[in-house]
């Protein structure tokens, strides 16, 4: 105000003492027009009080200086007293509406002011991030926004309200006891410091969300309304992301319910199976009423190692999935031949359950990889038999290794119905079986999944991919053992 009623006098004494040489050439109506500047010069700097200030200073520099008689304030004829109650009123008018095409000016730009802060607070909260990010955000916005201090939020957590989030410096020890007190004290927010300490209350329709602390300047009005929206929409984006978060436990539990769902249906299955073979095999040799000639019996014990194998083999998946998922793997690294663990793999394998023939296909010169050797037996062990289970009799499994890049790869192949594009990352999950009728249809489906987890523990990798004259090939790399310089 006080800027404009200097433009407002400013502008009156310029122009009266311009125009003061000139007033013999100059009408009254003239004059009385140029002095029209400094009054909507002081309306639109200072508003209508500065306007008044300007009409007033004009009216009287009109009469003093264009009005005859000069310098006095003796008006004379009727037609003066005409022209100056002319100018005061049109005067007052043009800074009245002056003044309100200033005023509708600014609360436009206030109203366009807010409703940016709003869209931006919307596409702030409105956006796919995580809790942590969307409450740094909110501090952040309310702090940016408003002009504040610092910005605290305090959600509830184990039945106590805590500071989750906060922008600019932290509120002190003894202004978070007022806001969140000792059991049995009640909460007050005093002003205190540099700057009064706020609090606005995140709600939904629903329940209390949590609360923003504010320390800095006081807002007004109309701040405060706005203050209000934000805090609405606040506690909507703070509450979708709780629910989100519910939502995501709800469906890591329903996993975890499938997973022991899945592991106690195999369980049940494929531990009974051999167990029940075990059971009547011995059965019939314990009894004395049955009797038995030497190929019968060799038989049922042949049936017996086979299923203790086969047992055996189904808990050593079992006890390989619980190190992994413990996180229990810690391979030892060494030297590897290759060709020595395939040829081992090879002869600890199941002899009823493989193809009539196996092909090795690995040259003696190829250099030793770095891996466990315990790990690497039991991978090969595994693809050579889900090698077996889908093959069709008679057919060969082809175990091949070369060298790529700093690698040596090994593969296993086999001549079975192969496995669809779609499916070739399922194979490597838990539990996942391909469903295809074969004599070798049993088993948990963790061979592959082990096998993946074991080879990853190592340092390698493992891919499944079509052979080219029909059926599957399985290969993993391992990285090439680095040889000291002298001996290369």
Aim: aromatic content about 4%; glycine content about 10%; cysteine-free.
């Amino acid at each position: 105000m006080w800027a404009g009623v200097a433009v407002a006098i400013a502008g009156v004494a310029a122009l009266s003492g311009a125009m003061i040489p000139l007033r013999a050439h100059l009408s009254v109506a003239t004059t009385a027009l140029v002095l029209v500047i400094p009054v909507v010069g002081g309306v639109a700097v200072g508003g209508f009080p500065a306007g008044v200030v300007g009409v007033v200073g004009g009216f009287m520099a009109y009469d003093y200086f264009f009005i005859p008689p000069y310098y006095t304030l003796s008006v004379g004829a009727a037609q003066n007293w005409v022209a100056l109650a002319v100018y005061a009123v049109v005067m007052s008018v043009v800074s009245r509406v002056v003044a309100a095409l200033q005023e509708a000016r600014s609360n436009a730009r206030h109203r366009e002011r807010d409703a940016r802060r709003l869209f931006e607070i919307s596409d702030l909260l409105i956006g796919d991030r995580t809790m942590e990010e969307l409450l740094a955000s909110i501090v952040g916005s309310v702090r940016s926004i408003f002009d504040l201090d610092s910005v605290a939020l305090l959600l509830p957590r184990d039945g106590q309200l805590v500071v989750v989030a906060s922008d600019g410096e932290a509120l002190p020890e003894h202004w978070l006891r007022r806001i969140v007190p000792e059991p049995g004290r009640p909460a007050t927010v005093p002003v205190v410091g540099p700057g009064p300490l706020q609090t606005v209350t995140l709600a939904t329709a629903a329940r209390p969300v949590g609360i923003l602390a504010l320390v800095g300047t006081t807002q007004d009005a109309h701040e405060r309304q706005l203050l209000a929206t934000f805090a609405n929409h606040a506690a909507l984006a703070v509450e979708r992301a709780q629910l989100e978060e519910q939502a995501m436990r709800t469906k890591v539990l329903e996993e975890i319910d499938r997973w022991r769902s899945a592991l106690i249906g195999s369980v049940s299955h494929d531990l009974r199976t051999p167990l029940a073979s075990i059971k009547a095999s011995v059965s019939y040799l314990m009894d004395r009423t049955v009797s038995l000639d030497a190929d019968e019996r060799g038989e049922l014990l042949a049936t017996i190692d086979a299923q203790s194998d086969r047992l055996t083999g189904l808990v050593t998946n079992l006890l390989d999935m619980a190190r992994i998922e413990a996180g229990a793997l810690a391979p030892r690294r060494q030297p590897l031949g290759v060709l020595e663990v395939v040829g081992e793999a090879v002869s600890h394998l199941i002899r009823d359950r493989l193809p009539e023939r196996v092909e090795v296909r690995v040259s003696g010169d190829l250099p030793p990889v770095a891996g466990d050797p315990t790990l690497t037996g039991q991978v090969l062990s595994n693809l050579l038999e889900n090698a077996a289970h889908h093959a069709p009799a008679g057919s060969p499994v082809v175990v091949a290794a070369e060298v790529v890049g700093g690698s040596v790869e090994v593969s296993v192949a086999d001549r079975g119905p192969g496995i669809p594009p779609g499916s070739r990352r399922e194979v490597f999950e838990a539990f996942h079986r391909l469903g295809r009728p074969g004599p070798y249809v049993s088993g948990m489906g963790l061979g592959l999944t082990i096998a993946k987890a074991f080879v990853e523990a190592q340092g390698g990798t493992i891919q499944v991919s079509e052979n080219p004259g029909g059926g599957t090939v399985v290969s993993f790399r391992l990285p090439v053992f680095p040889l000291p310089a002298e001996v290369i």
